[in-house]
């Protein structure tokens, strides 16, 4: 069975830094392209980020572009969002989610995390 | 940029209706990249739909996915209390990688 288990939330100060997991299992987690999405409270699904299987394509969407950082570590089945200079808008639920081996489409999203960025 | 503009974004219909929901896109897109999920109250989206009308691993068949240009529809033929959820349409393009409709609340009447 598929599974995508999302860690590393909390609360944290503007400016502040924070870094989400994803322990992934059931599936072959190396050939797989992983994403994030986020939702803010009330709203709407907002793409983050996107790694390629093996790190070689990362994209981000330009809201967070040069603050937060994709990565992964396949040996470990886990993907990471590092995420730097937080603001109030960056408050959310973050989910990880499978790219349906390269369709482009999720087909498998973790239960979220949540993110509030308050002082 | 492409966006994604759903309508309506509420609609109120009773079990057994049948519902359908628009996604209109701002240029012309690929059929092939437009997907719809379903997300129900604290829960993670759902894929319901890819390729703009093929249905996801066990979705069933009351639920269909038609269009192409810049213009799609979600359409339940006979809608189950389960159905109420919000439904967003998605588009992989160029940038953003990835682009959501603002959601369609289907609502119990």
């Known amino acids: 069975e598929v599974q995508l288990v999302e860690s590393g939330g909390g609360l944290v100060k503007p400016g502040g830094s924070l870094r989400l997991s994803c322990a992934a299992s059931?599936?072959?987690?190396?050939?797989?392209?992983m994403n994030w999405v986020r939702q803010a409270p009330g709203k709407g699904l907002e793409w983050v980020s996107s790694?390629?299987?093996?790190?070689?394509?990362?994209y981000y969407a330009d809201s967070v572009k040069g603050r937060f950082t994709i990565s992964r570590d396949n040996a470990k089945n886990s993907l990471y969002l590092q995420m730097n200079s937080l603001r109030a808008e960056d408050t959310a639920v973050y989910y990880c989610?499978?790219?349906?081996?390269?369709?482009?489409?999720?087909?498998?999203w973790g239960q979220g995390t949540l993110v509030t960025v308050s002082s | 940029e492409i966006v994604l503009t759903q309508s309506p974004g509420i609609l109120s219909l009773s079990p057994g209706e049948r519902a359908t929901l628009s996604c209109r896109a701002s240029?012309?897109?690929?059929?092939?990249?437009l997907v719809w999920y379903q997300q129900k109250p604290g829960q993670a989206p759902r894929l319901l739909i890819y390729?703009?009308?093929s249905r996801a691993t066990g979705i069933p068949d009351r639920f269909s996915g038609s269009g192409s240009g810049t213009d799609f529809t979600l359409t339940i033929s006979r809608l189950e209390p389960g159905d109420f959820a919000v439904y967003y349409c998605?588009?992989?393009?160029?940038?953003?990688?990835?682009?959501f409709g603002q959601g369609t609340k289907l609502e119990i009447k």
């Open positions: 998605q588009h992989y393009g160029s940038s953003p990688l990835y682009s």
């Open positions: 240029q012309s897109v690929s059929s092939s990249y």
């Open positions: 989610a499978r790219d349906s081996g390269g369709y482009n489409r999720f087909d498998y």
């Open positions: 390729g703009a009308s």
């Open positions: 059931g599936f072959t987690f190396s050939s797989y392209s």
């Open positions: 790694i390629s299987s093996s790190s070689g394509y990362i």
